[in-house]
């Protein structure tokens, strides 16, 4: 994979550091510390500590706070908001993937970049919609880009999780809903029927609750598993909590249990199995192919760089529709179809 | 069908046995005959004869899925199985093709292609009448049809189930017995009648499943054989134990020595000769019927009297030898016996169990009774026949009883053990003198005790995606031994690794891809593992002049750089010596995997060695 050319009127190029605008004097997304960090969103691949200045949305900022810690200098703007950045215009732009996630837009004279960072294009009523920003050069996420990947209608697999759960009560199993902390699982609590039975909350997930909770979005009826009375009954009980908790560690407190995961990695049977999981609900929060791909297209690009999945794929595709796309070598995820699976891996990042 | 599907995911969504099994008897209980034959018939693993070629069912699906074949082909790369690859491309709204002719009658109950479409909660019998059955030989434009007619009336999980009845390889983690059990337990029947009914060659109909659980006497076809007997490991499969722990496994085995009875494990095919009323027939376990395979035996299996079944093992045998498993599985390939393969790779039944005498089920005799009565059987009145024919005795018989070795000291038998490799045979076979003859590994009462594998120390060069379970991850591997300064690939390896393993090998032949061939990477040669062989033999065939069987991977050597790994010398020199006269020279060598090329393997996966 060859890096991204350096032809001068770059508006962004790739450094050690990651994407540079040299015009602009700051970074997306570095995986390097820098002076200035324009971050898309908070999930662990695209935001790194380290940085002397980050620069995010007003929704997306407790989250980013959090996790690049209490000293961390974080500026924040509304979506759509222009501020100038040395020789550029610099907004961001609702990506629709976790709280506050934005696409990065950068104009200077005329010429637009977008970079989207990660992106879901169906609206799920808890974070801020998709908005199709028109460019001359996308640069574009591809976690899941082959066709494979088509979501269900999100209230279908809401539908699906909230039988599951019914079902493991009235055989008296607890349920283990298993779920990136940021993002995946505020969007699982959203969907969770607060009928059928409570609702627990592994820390990290609650630290991102509240997190959402500071951005606007506040999400109730749950609790933390710390928070749960003392002879609890488990096998009514849903217990929300983060993919590294699931494996040989569950506690023999919550008695029997089934465990669900929801991750568009869970679209193959091959990787359900493989994760020795009950249960797998292809919930994501990524586009999936029909919107990586009319995404792109719509957007007017005429370039496009790929990144973070499948890139050879896409780009094949976008070559043959007459585009000119091009694979772009980020840390957000290398080449190749199993970073993917690395990335249901504990930590990871976002999936 | 829906019923069906239910069931599938009902399979699918647990791991507990009790729950597949429950899932299992509900089934068997609610189905009309007919599906639950059907059922039966892919829940066992077995398959219909091709119907759509894959390449066609590719075309139709891409097609469909409006995608070039190369966008396919990287999908089916990153699912690995191509029943689920086309259920995820096709498209939600399938609309069902406009009705190309009038409805006809029904003739005979079947549904013919004419049909309108069948409702999706018809029976599973129906759709495979109605749509699967149709397909074979049916033209290009028939086939897309009736497959589009099908997928149509189906839900993305429904249209996975039915690409894998179509297909074949519908497996959903059930064995063999646990169908068994579930059958038994929705008919009210034992267990064991279950499995002996279910023996032999079967179709999938209606009155076969009320015969199966008629509660009508207890007989059972005069074709069928018994389940067979299995036996377990001595030492855990893929452990690579060394040497020194073998003394201590027999140890461990419980009672005294004089408990058991020690036979060779040949290296063959396991059977069941069955000698009741009418011609000999020759079963094997995969309940094929190899009667026709093995002429030579059928005048030694008329000699016996009726109402005899004798479990063996089929061998290569001439001279007073056992040739080489691969000329067995040579002359098992042949569609005609020639004369001249009769010649060379002639057979025998090395008899080693007594499962019926004298028209009596003898299984529940303890070991003891059954090897006296065998011995008789076999020995004395083979020995007065042959006395009393005018025909050279010379020419011994067909049938042979096993040799036996009774009361043995673990140190002899670790003798006798050592002799393995040198006499053709796999290793040893422990039973215990008291136990019953049981169907199923645990309750036999037989122990294997193979030969130590050979073990080779090789590199890394290539790498290949998995399928199914390892979709996704690069498990398959080329490895790589030294010759002068050069490494030769002589073999490839899937199992014995961890998961945990085999992610971090991943990563690792991500970031060392030199180059790509298709799905193939070849990989800068850096990273050295301890493999173990069933078998290895000489080959002209193979690049670096060694054919290899069972390969498995024991563990990666961190400790030793590329330089350290073998050479090409030094695994030849570990293979026995070509003198072995019964081995005529242009078949040394030939190897063919057991497993890809045999008809009647197992058909289930897990169960691995045959006995
Ligand atoms: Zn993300
Ligand atoms: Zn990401």
């Known amino acids: 994979m060859l890096p991204m050319s350096m032809v001068r009127d770059d508006l962004l190029r790739l450094t050690p550091s990651g994407l540079f605008c040299e015009l602009g004097g700051f970074f997306v997304d570095p995986w390097g510390p820098v002076a200035k960090a324009v971050i898309t969103h908070a999930h662990a691949d695209h935001a790194r500590r380290g940085s002397a200045e980050y620069l995010t949305t007003h929704s997306g900022k407790p989250v980013l706070q959090t996790r690049m810690g209490p000293n961390a200098t974080i500026q924040s703007i509304a979506f759509g908001e222009q501020i100038t950045l040395g020789e550029v215009r610099v907004s961001l732009h609702p990506a629709g993937h976790i709280l506050g996630s934005a696409q990065v837009r950068i104009e200077h004279r005329g010429e637009v970049w977008v970079v989207s960072g990660d992106y879901k294009v169906a609206p799920d009523h808890l974070v801020e919609p998709f908005e199709l920003v028109p460019c001359n050069t996308f640069i574009t996420e591809s976690t899941f880009g082959l066709p494979i990947y088509r979501w269900r209608p999100q209230a279908e697999l809401y539908a699906e999780i909230n039988a599951w759960w019914r079902e493991n009560q009235s055989q008296g199993k607890t349920s283990l809903i298993h779920g990136y902390s940021l993002g995946k699982a505020q969007r699982i609590l959203a969907g969770l029927d607060r009928t059928i039975g409570p609702i627990y909350c592994h820390a990290s997930v609650a630290v991102c609750n509240r997190d959402y909770a500071a951005g606007g979005v506040v999400l109730e009826g749950w609790r933390m598993l710390s928070e749960a009375p003392p002879r609890c009954d488990w096998s009514r009980a849903i217990i929300v909590t983060p993919p590294q908790a699931h494996g040989g560690d569950t506690p023999h407190r919550y008695g029997e249990t089934s465990s669900g995961f929801c991750s568009g990695w869970m679209t193959t049977r091959g990787i359900r199995r493989r994760e020795s999981i009950d249960r797998g609900f292809p919930l994501s929060d990524h586009a999936d192919w029909p919107e990586l791909t009319s995404t792109i297209l719509a957007t007017g690009a005429e370039r496009v760089y790929v990144t973070h999945g499948s890139t050879a794929t896409l780009v094949r595709w976008l070559t043959e529709r007459g585009l000119d796309a091009r694979p772009l070598r980020t840390q957000y995820g290398d080449e190749g179809t199993a970073d993917d699976a690395v990335a249901v891996e504990p930590g990871a990042g976002a999936n | ?611």
Not at chain 2, 542 to 567: E, N, Q, W
Request: net charge neutral; proline share 7%; hydrophobic share 40%.
């Open chain 2, 1 to 611: 069908m829906e019923a069906f599907v239910r069931l599938f995911v009902a399979l699918d969504a647990t791991t507990k046995t009790q729950e597949k099994l429950a899932a299992l008897v509900d089934w068997f209980s609610r189905s009309s005959a007919s599906d639950a034959a059907w059922s039966l018939f892919f829940l066992s693993g077995r398959k219909l004869p091709q119907l759509v070629p894959a390449k066609r069912l590719r075309a139709l699906a891409s097609t469909l899925a409006e995608i070039s074949p190369w966008l396919f082909e990287e999908a089916y790369a990153a699912v690995g199985d191509l029943a689920e690859t086309v259920a995820l491309l096709l498209p939600t709204d399938l609309v069902e093709p406009a009705e190309q002719s009038p409805p006809k009658a029904a003739s005979g109950g079947l549904w013919s292609v004419d049909h309108g479409p069948l409702p999706p909660d018809s029976g599973l019998a129906a759709w495979v009448d109605a749509y699967l059955q149709p397909l074979r030989g049916a033209d290009e434009a028939t086939q897309f049809r009736l497959l589009k007619r099908a997928w149509s009336q189906l839900d993305p999980t429904g249209r996975f189930v039915w690409n894998k009845l179509l297909t074949g390889g519908f497996r959903v983690g059930v064995s063999q017995s646990l169908v068994t059990r579930a059958v038994a337990e929705a008919s009210g029947l034992p267990v064991d009648l279950v499995a002996h009914r279910l023996m032999g060659e079967w179709r999938p109909t209606a009155e076969f499943y009320a015969r199966l659980v008629s509660t009508e006497g207890d007989q059972v076809d005069a074709a069928r054989p018994y389940p067979f007997a299995l036996a377990q490991s001595l030492v855990p499969p893929g452990s690579g134990a060394p040497d020194t722990l073998f003394p201590s496994a027999i140890g461990q085995l419980p009672g005294r020595p004089e408990d058991y009875l020690a036979e060779w494990k040949w290296d063959g095919l396991r059977a069941q000769l069955v000698r009741r009323s009418g011609a000999p027939l020759l079963w094997s376990r995969g309940d094929e019927l190899l009667t026709d395979r093995f002429p030579e035996l059928d005048s030694a299996a008329r000699k016996l009297p009726e109402g005899t079944v004798l479990d063996g093992e089929l061998i290569a045998w001439r001279d007073g030898q056992v040739l080489p498993f691969t000329l067995l599985q040579k002359r098992i390939m042949r569609k005609t016996l020639s004369r001249s393969i009769l010649a060379e790779v002639p057979c025998s039944f090395v008899a080693f169990d007594l499962l019926e005498h004298n028209g009596i089920d003898w299984r529940s005799r303890p070991l003891r009774e059954r090897r006296a009565a065998l011995e008789q059987l076999l020995t004395a009145p083979q020995a007065e026949r042959n006395a009393a024919s005018e025909q050279a005795p010379a020419q011994s018989s067909t049938i042979r009883i096993a040799e036996a070795f009774y009361g043995k000291s673990p140190s002899e038998l670790t003798a006798l053990r050592a002799e393995s490799r040198e006499r053709g045979v796999e290793g040893l076979m422990l039973k215990r003198l008291d136990a019953p003859y049981c169907a199923g590994r645990e309750e036999a009462g037989w122990w294997k005790w193979k030969v130590d594998p050979y073990t080779v120390d090789a590199v890394l060069v290539a790498a290949q995606v998995g399928h199914g379970r390892r979709a996704n991850l690069f498990t398959d591997y080329t490895f790589a031994i030294w010759e002068g300064e050069t490494l030769v690939p002589f073999a490839k390896a899937y199992s014995g690794l961890t998961d945990a393993e085999l992610k971090e090998i991943d990563a690792l032949v991500r970031q060392s891809t030199v180059d790509k061939f298709g799905p193939v990477r070849s990989v800068t040669p850096q990273l050295v593992f301890e493999l173990a062989f069933e078998n290895l033999q000489r080959s002209s065939r193979h690049k670096s002049g060694i054919a290899v069987r069972f390969p498995r991977i024991l563990r990666r050597r961190t400790d030793k750089s590329i330089r350290d790994a073998d050479t090409l010398e030094r695994v030849l020199a570990l293979l026995p010596s070509l003198s072995s006269a019964a081995v005529p020279s242009r078949e040394r060598g030939e190897t063919i995997s057991r497993q890809r090329t045999f008809a009647w393997a197992e058909p289930n996966p897990e169960a691995g060695d045959a006995r």
